[in-house]
């Protein structure tokens, strides 16, 4: 394998990583938001109305996302595996 072989694929794993993570971490962030606001406009701190809701949310959105996700994942393993004869040298 050579040296522009192994950075692309470093590369195409790191860019399937950051997408494949970006809607739930979107959807973490803005139900963050929410809860700040939401705990700013009622003065009320409490730890858990932050956590919760935000672990609720990765839940769920981890339950709509998971298709998508496993998509993206089985077309990233196809190519890479295609394309096996590449990395094999």
Same mark, same amino acid.
């Given at each position: ?18 997408w494949?993570?970006?809607?739930? *971490?979107v @959807?973490?962030?803005v139900v ?5 606001? +939401?705990?700013? /406009?009622?003065s009320?701190q #409490?730890? %858990?109305?932050g ?10 959105? *981890?339950? @709509?996302?998971l298709?998508?996700?496993t998509?993206r994942?089985v +077309?990233?393993? /196809?190519?890479l595996?295609? #394309?096996? %004869?590449?990395y094999?040298?």
């Open positions: 394998m050579t040296q522009q072989a192994a950075i692309d694929l470093f590369r195409n794993a790191l860019t399937t990583t950051f494949l993570s970006l809607p739930l *971490l @959807l973490g962030f963050g938001v929410v809860v700040s606001i +939401a705990q700013a /406009i009622t009320m #409490d730890a %858990s109305f956590a919760v809701p935000r672990l609720w949310a990765f839940f769920v959105g *981890l339950l @709509l996302f298709p998508w996700i998509l994942l +077309a990233y393993t /196809i190519a595996f295609s #394309d096996f %004869s590449r094999a040298h």
